[in-house]
């Protein structure tokens, strides 16, 4: 199983911005998609669909809420996944979680991802 480790999260005001990396070493090469999800205070991480999600060839994904705010990239070099999170809200407060899978195929199913990470938490106030 992969190790996935995320870094980058924090405490931030409204309308701040905070950026996550999550380090995927063993996602090299030419068919892969990871994705960022979150878990809100009392919710179950398994109720929620991708915030936010990239394949090896550069396609995207973001969930509605986000879209506009969030950008995520990644550095191939790197084996690096980020989340860029720019005007955060107190309803982005979260544990942000990077995941991956096998293959070109961007869901934005959790149950579809192989791999994850620990999780870093997000805190936004208002």
């Known amino acids: 199983q992969a190790r996935l480790v995320e870094s980058g999260g924090g405490s931030v005001q409204t309308g701040g911005s905070l950026r996550l990396s999550c380090a995927a070493a063993?996602?090299?090469?030419?068919?892969?998609?990871v994705g960022w999800f979150r878990q809100p205070p009392g919710e179950a991480r398994e109720a929620r669909e991708v915030?936010?999600?990239?394949?090896?060839?550069?396609?995207?994904v973001y969930a509605a809420s986000v879209k506009g705010r969030f950008t995520i990239s990644e550095d191939s070099s790197k084996n690096t996944l980020y989340l860029q999170m720019n005007s955060l809200k107190p309803e982005d407060s979260a544990i942000y979680y990077c995941?991956?899978?096998?293959?070109?195929?961007?869901?934005?199913?959790?149950?579809?991802?192989?791999?994850w990470g620990q999780g870093t938490q997000v805190t936004v106030s208002s």
């Open positions: 995941a991956a899978r096998t293959g070109l195929r961007l869901t934005r199913q959790q149950w579809e991802y192989d791999d």
């Open positions: 063993k996602y090299t090469g030419s068919s892969y998609s």
């Open positions: 915030v936010a999600g990239i394949n090896s060839v550069g396609d995207t």
